[in-house]
């Protein structure tokens, strides 16, 4: 029960069209929406109860964790996908096609993983929340950067 869940509440993530004229702040805003959705209470109360029975149930951790970032990494080449129809994008090699996949994971890697650990562990989840976007608008720029000024092997 607990697996579906978690796992429902991922695919059911439907991100409004990013807001932005911008690469950059398109990206802020997806991320941002994401973040603010995906760290409320009852997700990482859901998210919590699958790390602290483990131990127990060690199939139902791995599931979780494995499919979890399956789900959001499908999430996160749609969104980067949509996103490369710009002809700034198109034209980097860290989002061509075979790479999106990659990028796409180092992206919500960079992005909602350290806020996630964060959440996991924080009592008040509002103080975190009210974080987010500044966390978001530094990583996205830092991000873009590394796909613009870095090299791909």
Do not use: N, Y
Not at 48 to 71: I, W
């Amino acid at each position: 029960m607990v697996t579906r869940d978690i796992l429902s509440r991922i695919t059911e993530f439907k991100a409004e069209v990013p807001t932005g004229s911008t690469i950059e702040e398109r990206l802020t805003s997806a991320a941002s929406t994401l973040l603010h959705w995906g760290l409320d209470s009852e997700r990482i109360a859901l998210m919590r109860l699958a790390v602290a029975e483990a131990r127990r149930f060690p199939d139902l951790a791995s599931t979780v964790g494995r499919t979890a970032r399956d789900l959001s990494t499908d999430l996160g080449v749609r969104l980067l996908g949509e996103l490369t129809q710009s002809d700034e994008l198109r034209s980097l090699p860290a989002f061509a096609p075979e790479r999106l996949t990659t990028t796409a994971r180092f992206f919500l890697d960079l992005i909602a993983v350290p806020m996630l650990l964060r959440a996991l562990f924080e009592v008040d989840l509002k103080t975190l929340d009210e974080e987010i976007d500044a966390h978001v608008a530094r990583s996205v720029a830092f991000f873009l950067a590394a796909c613009r000024h870095g090299s791909v092997s």
